[in-house]
């Protein structure tokens, strides 16, 4: 198995003054009845249109950053120096810290294991602080965190998929630079590369190969800060087919060559100029990519919303400008490549950007003026938006049911393996705050279903009957998968696909790809069962090692998803 290796992007980040006195401690979860602003979102809701289910009321810290393992578990956390959490440490523990701004005794949790199945909560024990920090899977499905601030700045802590009672495991000086808002990406040999991060114009890798690895170097994220501001931190990484890194951060993008610390390709800036990144934060994906015959022919990268020019001064300064309705979509593949825009059905900032399994986009959580940061935003976008790839410009977004709980700085959204989506955080307050603020620290945690979860589509729903979740696949090599379908298929219009678990913090998913494996014709095999070969991805330049949920999609309907390694 390859070795894991992560790269790490930091953003910069503004600095923050902390006193000395102690943050309040946590005591209840009730929001105050205060009204929030109209949602003013235009476009008309289709038939469906979604729906939430509520989980918890309390998961006991704000969801701040999540990943989905690949035992169906989501580790959750937030940072350390927000005071108490609603939540103890279990067996009566206490995190003991004498570098800690806040309380240097906590006996409480500060990350948590949600079980999807069970719907059910673990408290975890980080020891060093994790705020603001990113992360990515390794081939074996454990998650590698790196860096955060004061002295968890430098820290790797990885957690073990493979127990059930497994907690958090800290790697002092794991890192050569400190990192805070970076981006990590998980590279073609497994490693993990770790790009930026606050005041850090550099990248290096993950695990280190020995102990003289150093950082390298990276002019683009100092051309792209903004004096004061920055507007390119947590950077939008996407690993391309050919083993390079597109990077877009503020506004532009490069072709980059991490191995040789070479740009191939200076991408146009977007139209407009209008900064994208922390603090601006929009949110970026890599569009559904599909196989055919070991390739992938288009390569596009959607980027959407974010706040505009000047909105981060005026936010600090008491005027909220309106967030960005715009979107631009870039085929990097293209030997000349050039934006298209288009436009959201509203502004929208702090939005996330989900791959959903049927190769949708769903568009969730944030609001519609103001900024990322301290007490910088304003008017929730309550209602989700679909964006469909395939349809003609001008056609793509769906508006869907609206939420009631505002999601705001520090929320947090993924796909799980049932199609659902899990939405959670909110807390735009430097610490937990609950009573007397416009958006109070949000502890809960609900799922959006998008349409295709509706009751009346469980007859064309498909069910995979193999291979079994946890299967092991090799690159380029043929499978079947046999499913069944209630109703009468349509032959020519299954598909396979395989997600990525991603990362998820600061309106970006980090890792996030979604691949259409190449298929031959689908055929009946018995009653209601049929079966489809499939040939995996070719190489980690398409799809790097690790797990994937693979699924059967019948007419945009997608089946439950079952775990593969690649």
Known sequence: MASSQLIIFSSSFLYLFFTTSLYPTATSSAAT????????????????????????????????????????????????????SNISLPDG??????????????CTAHSVEYDVVLNTIRPLMVLTDVWCSSGALTPDGSLVQTGGFNDGERVVRVFDKSCGKCDWKEIPSGLVNRRWYATNHVLPDGRQIVIGGRRQFNYEFYPKTTSSDKAYS??????TNDPFIENNLYPFVFLNTDGNLFIFANNRAILFDYSRNQVLKTFPEIPGGEPRNYPSTGSGVLLPMRVVQGKVAVVEV??????????????????????????????????????????????????????????????INGGSSGTAGWELGRNPVFHPAIYRPNNAINSR???????????MYHSTAILVRDGRVL????????????????????????AFSPSYLYPGSSKIRPKIISPITQTKIQYGKQ???????????????????????????????MNQRLLVLDGGNTRSVGKLTYE???????????????????????????????????
């Open 33 to 84: 009845d205060s009204l929030y602003p109209t949602d003013t979102s235009t476009a008309a809701t289709d038939g469906g249109g979604g729906s939430w289910t509520f989980l918890q009321k309390s998961i006991g810290i704000s969801a701040m950053h999540m990943q989905l393992l690949p035992n169906d578990r989501v580790i959750i956390f937030d940072r350390t120096d927000f005071g108490a």
């Open 93 to 106: 523990k206490c995190r003991e810290d004498p570098h800690e701004r806040v309380l240097k005794r906590d």
């Open 218 to 223: 990276l002019a683009f994220l100092v051309q």
């Open 302 to 363: 959607l980027i959407c919303g974010g706040a505009p020019k000047g909105a981060f001064v005026n936010a600090n300064n008491g005027k909220f400008d309106g967030a960005l309705k715009s979107c631009g979509r870039i085929k990097i593949s293209d030997p000349e490549p050039k934006w298209v825009m288009e436009n959201m059905p509203s502004g929208r900032v702090m939005g996330d950007m989900v791959l959903l399994p049927n190769g949708e986009v769903l568009i």
């Open 397 to 407: 977004f769906v508006v869907q049911k609206p939420s009631t709980i505002p999601r």
């Open 423 to 446: 939405v959670g955080g909110s807390n735009p307050h430097t610490y937990y705050n609950f009573t007397n603020v416009l958006f109070p620290t949000e502890l809960s945690l609900e």
């Open 479 to 509: 499978i079947v998968v046999r499913f069944t379908v209630q109703n009468q298929v349509v032959l020519n219009r299954i598909s396979v696909t395989m997600v990525a678990p991603s990362f998820n913090t600061h309106s970006f998913s």
């Open 532 to 566: 489809v070969n499939v040939t995996t991805p070719p190489s980690g330049h398409i799809a790097p090692p690790g797990y994937y949920m693979l699924f059967v999609v019948n007419q945009d309907i997608p089946s439950e998803g079952i775990w593969v390694v690649i």
